[in-house]
Nanobody
Framework: QFRVEESGGGLVQPGGSLKLSCEGS????????VVWFRQAPGKDREGVAC????????DYSDSLKGRFTISRDIAKTTVFLQLNNLKPEDTARYFC??????????????????WGVGTRVTVSS
């Protein structure tokens, strides 16, 4: 069964950092764009960041740029989301999604064909 899997969430104090990972199960994420999303309790899902298959193009939500960084490992099979200077309002379930193509243009959810179940991030003192 093909799916993507997230890991790395947890409880962190305000100002802290976490690094989330996204991997493909049954396939490699190489050559596919990957998008990170998050959904806070009672709120809609929002796009956080996107990276293309080669790791050369990234795109971020304007409100999160500067604190969050998306990247790939050298083999390009794992996509990371580095979360820095976390705030309580960053508390959410973070999801990754594989796009069917190798591009980040368009709305965040466009062409996402595989979704993970997410990893929970809680920012609290």
């Amino acid at each position: 069964q093909f799916r993507v899997e997230e890991s790395g969430g947890g409880l962190v104090q305000p100002g802290g950092s976490l690094k989330l990972s996204c991997e493909g199960s049954g396939f490699a994420l190489t050559n596919y764009a990957v998008v990170w999303f998050r959904q806070a309790p009672g709120k809609d899902r929002e796009g956080v960041a996107c990276i293309n298959g080669g790791g050369t193009i990234t795109d971020y939500s304007d409100s999160l740029k500067g604190r969050f960084t998306i990247s790939r490992d050298i083999a390009k099979t794992t996509v990371f989301l580095q979360l820095n200077n976390l705030k309580p309002e960053d508390t959410a379930r973070y999801f990754c999604g594989r796009r069917s193509g190798n591009y980040c243009s368009g709305p965040p959810e466009y062409a996402v064909d595989y979704w993970g179940v997410g990893t929970r991030v809680t920012v609290s003192s």
